[in-house]
């Protein structure tokens, strides 16, 4: 058995965790690959990020994490036959972690999903805005033994300072949608999912929404958010996000809705929502930022809205047009069976942990 040591900042509870790594699990056991997983943070302090709350305890107990980090980059990382390390050891400060972890292990393959090393204006916090250390992403990518990117806009930077950079999207388990049914609705449902650190992005859309809300009728389902949006918009539904209803939410929707805020570090953003969306059968519509140009095929499987305008019309396509949503529903859901599954990717990981692949 071929042992890999995984490591995170965020538990499971975190996206870039659960599909970056740990959904890989049951395929490489399958192949002869263990993956073992620490994550620095557990679930309730990363609730307590998330939520920002208890921050004299957040920091009273991140030291705690440290050491604990800092025991298992010594002496159990070590004892593994690759290191998988998830965005960084670390979030805050120099990449101390790293350093020690790459003296002691030979194979260390960095995954990113981010724009990490691009300050991010719109909803960075006081103390990753002051402590991170965004420099060690080009200094250190030289060291690691491969850097797997999310997309091409993060592949750019890395191959600047790595020979050995790869392109692995971000990707779903198809079955787990395949099999979802559609709740029904007296009333078309737009549909945004997301964490409140991404609430900036969808402020671009109120006056396409409160235009369109004038001539037709609709839902807006928005999930993920700790406290409703300032709208004055008819038929507004909030949904919590609990991770043991993760893929059912997509049940409420008929549209898939993905605004972006351009920017450097929002055009470091894989497209994953676009691809959830679509493995659900459902229509997007998308602001064409960074990876989303990658995903949507412009009037096939959903649309690219650049301007407020574009948003208004193409949605009231989709709002009067049941045949176009199921059509594009489709034409999405099989664009991932191609290119967006764990079967079609993980091989490509699996030569990269045991050093089979061609890097480059």
């Given amino acids: 058995m071929f042992r890999v040591l995984a490591f995170t900042v965020k538990p499971r509870e975190s996206a870039d965790t659960r599909y970056r790594i740990l959904q890989y699990h049951a395929v490489a056991e399958r192949e002869g690959v263990l993956i073992d997983h620490r994550s620095l943070m557990g679930p309730r302090f990363f609730r307590w990020q998330i939520q920002n709350v208890h921050l004299l305890i957040r920091l009273a107990l991140y030291p705690l994490l440290l050491l604990v980090r800092l025991w298992q980059v010594l002496f159990v990382a070590p004892q593994y036959d ?77 191959m600047e300072h790595s020979a050995a950079v790869q392109i692995i999207p971000t990707v779903v388990e198809i079955d787990r949608y395949e099999g979802l049914k559609r709740i029904p609705a007296d009333t078309v449902r737009i549909g945004w999912i997301g964490t409140p ?71 470091g953003k894989c497209a994953f929502k676009l691809i959830q969306y679509m493995a659900a059968g459902l229509p997007v519509v998308a602001s064409p930022v960074g990876a ?47 290119r967006y599954t764990v079967d079609a990717v993980w091989p490509r990981y699996a030569a990269l942990l045991r050093g089979t692949a061609c890097q480059g």
């Avoid at 396409?208 to 709208?231: C, H, M, S, T, Y």
């Avoid at 650049?306 to 709002?319: G, S």
Wanted: contains cysteine; glycine residues 6%.
């Fill in 82 to 158: 690759a290191v998988w390390i998830s965005r960084e050891m670390d979030p805050l400060g120099p990449p101390v972690l790293e350093r020690i972890l790459l003296a002691r292990c030979k194979r260390v393959i960095l995954d990113i999903d981010d724009a990490l090393h691009v300050y991010d204006r719109k909803s960075a916090r006081f103390i990753p805005r002051l402590l991170r250390d965004r420099g060690k992403f080009s200094r250190m990518a030289p060291s690691y033994t491969a850097v797997v990117c999310g997309n091409k806009y993060l592949a750019d930077f890395y």
């Fill in 292 to 338: 989303n140009c990658e995903v949507v095929e412009h009037g096939k499987n959903g649309y690219l809205a650049a301007t407020q305008d574009d948003w208004y019309f193409m949605l009231r396509q989709l709002v009067d047009d049941p045949e176009m949503r199921r059509r594009m529903g489709e034409h999405g859901r099989d664009l991932v069976r191609r």
């Fill in 197 to 267: 650190l991404n609430d900036h992005h969808l402020e671009a859309l109120y006056s396409p929404l409160a235009a369109l809300a004038r001539e037709r009728d609709f839902e807006l389902v928005i999930v993920g958010l700790n406290k409703p949006l300032q709208w004055d918009i008819p038929r507004v539904r909030y949904i919590d996000w609990q991770l043991a209803n993760e893929f059912g939410y997509f049940a409420h929707f008929d549209i898939g809705i993905m605004p972006v805020t351009d920017s450097p570090f929002a055009r």
